[in-house]
């Protein structure tokens, strides 16, 4: 059965863009490995991170994605390693990808570290055209199933503390054209840029707020700032809310269940009229350390 219309798989290619997936995340300041393969380590333990977003529901056939990351610090403390991998689905498109990533870490004063970071993979792009649903049922042009592969090689530069960290990162210097040539090229006006930075208030003994940021630049494609605060109470319980330039309103909700496993919620609303057309965007993350150390950067929120 067709179940796609052209239109709603133009809106999607067209709004959702978001590094080399589509599919973009709002829960990044909780997992920035997901953005920058400097961070690869961070928790100083085994960290495994897991997602699932569904964008627009109750729009047939909108926009989702899952994602699993896991990385670690090795014997050598100065260096990280670090696997991801995603799958999304935006109308006929379904692409998947991978990659592997290492990090070399310096200590600095006061517990800080800086940190590089590279990663290099694959992400397979593929569209059945047969879904769409046409006015003329034997139009050829959408008859067949197109495939590409692309490589995906990124870089990151970042530092971080148990109050604070920023960072920024180029999630892959290639770009594939995939609608067009179909090439892979250097074109640093078609890749993005990411800026990110968060700060850990300590109010009181227990509460303490988290402010952060992120900022997607690209030359060739929309640009946005994602501004948001979080308020942690009692080192567990976490409630935020953050405006996304792009005409979107995003909160969260999470819990700490243990010191090691950690629960969160976001809702994404749009402002746009596309918002009373849908019952919002839903991600849901589960993250999970394998044991960390008492003076390494704070496993629940750095």
Known sequence: MKKNFL????????????????????????????????????????????????????????PQGAFFSMHSPLNNEKVALGIQVFSENIAVANNTGFNASYTYRIKLANEANLALGVSAGLVNYKSNWSDVALVDPVDEAFGNTEQSMAPWLGFGVGVYHNKYFAGFSIPSFLFHDRFGT???????????????????????SGFSIQPSSLIRINGSQKSYVDMGCTGVLMNALMI?????????????LGYQVTPQFRFTYSLDYDIDPIGSYNNGTHEIAIQFDFGYKINTPNPKFF
């Open 7 to 62: 239109i709603i798989f133009i809106v999607c290619i067209a709004t959702v863009s978001f590094a080399q997936k589509e599919v973009r995340m709002s829960q990044y300041m909780y997992n920035k490995y997901v953005i920058n393969p400097a961070f690869g380590g961070s928790h100083e333990a085994l960290s495994l991170f897991g997602s699932f977003r569904k964008q627009w529901i109750g729009i047939e056939n909108s």
């Open 182 to 204: 179909g090439d892979n090229s250097l074109d640093f006006a078609s890749i993005d840029y990411l800026l990110t930075a968060g700060y850990l208030f300590q109010l009181s």
């Open 240 to 252: 935020g809310v953050s405006y996304r330039t792009t005409n979107e309103v995003v909160g969260i």
